[in-house]
């Protein structure tokens, strides 16, 4: 017999629980808008993509870590925008692009002080 995938949402399931928030984008928004304020004069883009493209475009995010930020833009992205629900792989691929995000800025931060 062969066993159903299991599906998960951004918003109810998977690592942080039932009810909690998943995997999303927030970290990179708040990212990308302190390396935006830190370097660039002006408002940053309001699109998450074209503010990743635009600081890895001069060189001020790293292009490994702009990728893996794109990625979990996309997988929120059809989730939210497409109705996609997360399978176990996408699942385990949003929450760890998430902990390397983190752990760069984590890094960086402590660098910086």
């Not at 998977?14 to 002006?42: H, N």
């Not at 890895?56 to 930020?69: D, E, T, V």
């Amino acid at each position: 017999m062969r066993q159903r995938a299991r599906h998960y949402s951004l918003r109810t399931e998977g690592a942080y629980g039932a009810g909690a928030v998943g995997p999303s984008s927030r970290a990179d928004v708040r990212i990308c808008r302190a390396l935006w304020q830190e370097t660039k004069p002006g408002e940053p883009p309001r699109s998450l993509a074209a503010l990743i493209n635009g600081l890895k475009g001069h060189a001020i995010l790293p292009s490994h870590q702009a990728n893996i930020m794109l990625t979990v833009c996309d997988l929120r992205n059809v989730h939210v925008y497409e109705g996609l629900e997360l399978q176990t792989r996408e699942m385990a691929v949003a929450v760890n692009a998430t902990a390397i995000i983190t752990d760069w800025w984590a890094r960086q931060s402590g660098e910086k002080r």
